[in-house]
């Protein structure tokens, strides 16, 4: 009886409302549509192509880097690692692949916000989730860099920094904010460290050749990782004293946390070998785009 009613009574809900109906169908059709699409063959092959935008990326910055550890000049990061590309030859052409490939692998990092925790729960999803969101906002940034060149534009990424950091220092919550994004870069850089030393990447990555090929992709990750997680560490030190001594003059983002590291002693070996790492870190990431789980 009790569960004849109970039947009768969301019979009468779903026509008192069915439109409500109509928008939930919809909805499911759009999500159903929307993971179909981020899974997609061709979308995970322009996503891949996302990695070899952040290899070459990776290698010219390690390039320029080599340079200034060889007595050069240049801005070894990551406008002045695009804006290198731009005068190459074959430059533009080069700058608009990387510009949709890291989009869409941006947008392939931000579907697994949604559909790539699936089966997961706990922490282990929310942890995913954070950094499939923080590597999507990575991606989208460099891919607007490298949008902003193709169509003719340029920009600085020091001066920006400077900038930047001398707005927050101005206020308490900014200059909070400040220290707590320099901490955020040094944990980041740790992670980095910890990833290349105990080959944890080797986890997202799937189908390595056996013998010398694959061990040489392996090789490259390990010095790859730790060369980078370096540079960010000198980075997040930077931030920090710098929002410590309230000096923006300080952040100058990679290619002053670079430059920095030259002016220690014994500082043209280590930049020298952080710009090998970075440039490793490049080749690493070409071939990632191969071997990643996707």
């Not at 799937?206 to 010095?223: D, E, K, R, Y």
């Not at 980075?235 to 920090?240: D, I, R, S, Y």
């Amino acid at each position: 009886m009790a569960s004849g009613m109970a039947s009768n009574k969301s019979n009468r809900q779903d026509r008192q409302n069915p439109r409500d109906k109509d928008t939930r169908d919809a909805g499911d059709k759009a999500t159903d549509a929307a993971e179909e699409a981020v899974n997609s063959k061709g979308f995970e092959l322009a996503a891949r192509a996302g990695y070899v935008a952040a290899g070459i990326l990776h290698f010219l910055i390690g390039l320029i880097a080599l340079g200034l550890a060889r007595g050069g000049s240049g801005s070894a990061d990551q406008s002045g690692a695009i804006g290198q590309l731009a005068g190459s030859p074959g430059g533009t052409a080069l700058l608009w692949f990387c510009f949709i490939g890291c989009l869409a692998l941006a947008l392939f990092q931000l579907g697994q916000v949604f559909f790539g925790a699936r089966g997961r729960s706990g922490r282990d999803k929310l942890k995913d989730r954070l950094k499939s969101g923080g590597q999507a906002v990575v991606y989208a940034v460099i891919g607007v860099t490298f949008g902003q060149y193709a169509l003719g534009g340029s920009s600085n990424s020091s001066g920006s920094t400077r900038s930047l950091s001398a707005t927050l220092m101005s206020s308490p919550a900014g200059a909070a904010l400040l220290l707590a994004i320099g901490v955020g870069i040094l944990v980041v850089g740790g992670y980095f460290v910890h990833s290349g030393a105990t080959r944890r990447f080797r986890r997202e990555l799937s189908g390595l050749p056996a013998g010398g090929p694959g061990t040489a992709v392996v090789v490259l990750g390990v010095t790859g990782y730790i060369a980078k997680g370096f540079a960010l560490g000198v980075l997040g030190v930077l931030v920090v004293v710098a929002t410590v001594t309230n000096n923006p003059e300080q952040s100058t983002g990679l290619d002053g946390a670079l430059k920095t590291l030259r002016e220690q002693p014994f500082g043209v070996w280590l930049l020298g070998a952080v710009a090998l790492g970075l440039m490793a870190y490049g080749v690493f990431m070409v071939l990632r785009s191969r071997y990643q789980r996707m």
